[in-house]
């Protein structure tokens, strides 16, 4: 019920276009913010076994010892709070028609970027994964490139659980294969063939444009 209510909050506010559908909603991998939170508590232990320490050594001020501890807890506690709710509130939406990265902290910012796939004329779609933790967690960039007539840009969901799954669905979804029918007169489909192989660079597909029956 849960799921439910978020996927239809979502919808309610992002899935806007007519014929638009919900396709994707996806964080960056949990690992994201449980480093950082982690390094934020060992710091936090070091700060407060140090202080512990003085306070053998320098009994009369026990009373400011205390309050540094307090002040490096609730510290160490706000940093691990902002990780979490930057990782929760931070999405990545993918629809039939529009790609979307929203950014939002509270009281602070939000920003959302957003691309509308109609506007697309050449998109590649590649698999970037670093480093050991990475492979080990399966963790990685999906990373789109657009060409639009006045530029290329590129629009990166960043630190993806299951970075190559996440590629061919959105492949699938998105960019589905055109079949011809047996007795169909044409030598390539009739239709928008959106993405296709490229031999020379594995795990990378090219937007092609619309191809046409012979004859006609």
């Known amino acids: 019920m849960q799921l439910n209510g978020f996927l239809n909050n979502i919808s309610s506010k992002f ?124 963790i990685g960039d999906v990373i789109i490139t657009f060409d639009r007539p006045t530029h290329q840009e590129e629009f990166v969901l960043e630190s993806m659980s299951d970075p190559k799954e996440t590629e061919v669905n959105l492949e699938n979804a998105l960019c589905p294969m055109p079949v011809a029918q047996p007795n169909e007169n044409v030598s390539i489909s009739e239709v928008r063939t959106w993405f296709a192989k490229l031999k020379e660079k594995p795990g990378k597909w090219r937007f092609m444009e619309e191809l046409r029956p012979v004859g006609n």
């Open 15 to 138: 899935v806007t276009l007519p014929g638009e559908e919900l396709i994707l909603v996806k964080r960056k991998h949990w690992y994201t913010f449980v480093l950082p939170s982690v390094t934020a508590g060992i710091l936090a232990l070091f700060s407060i076994s140090g202080l512990l320490v003085l306070s053998t050594i320098l009994p009369g001020y026990i009373g400011i010892l205390i309050s540094s501890m307090l002040f490096t807890i609730v510290i160490a506690a706000t940093f691990i709070g902002n990780f979490i709710i930057d990782w929760y509130l931070n999405l990545y939406i993918i629809t039939s028609k529009k790609i979307i990265e929203v950014s939002y902290r509270p009281l602070s910012s939000r920003h959302i970027n957003e691309i509308l796939l109609d506007q697309v004329k050449c998109t590649e779609i590649d698999t970037s994964v670093d480093g050991i933790i990475n492979e080990l967690l399966d």
